[in-house]
């Protein structure tokens, strides 16, 4: 089977501190973004996502990494 046919599930687990209202927004701007990116939450800290391709996976694991804190310091 061609390596452009597997199909695999992106997972992402993170825990961002939400103690100051700064952080509380910056934990809720990076849950906005994988919602919007088509991830489903599994649980609180817990997102997944189908893939129907391992370059589709490749992509999401490039714009996921390597942490939440990058995304919410812009």
Do not use: I, N
Not at 11 to 38: I, M, N
Not at 54 to 60: L, Q
């Amino acid at each position: 089977m061609p390596d452009g046919w597997r199909k695999m599930w992106v997972l992402v687990f993170y825990d961002l501190p939400v103690a100051s209202p700064d952080q509380r927004k910056a934990a809720t701007s990076f849950h906005k973004f994988l919602v919007a990116e088509g991830f489903d939450r599994l649980h609180f800290s817990v997102y997944t996502r189908y893939c129907g391709s391992t370059e589709r996976a490749e992509t999401c694991l490039l714009y996921t990494s390597p942490s939440p804190r990058d995304y919410c310091a812009h």
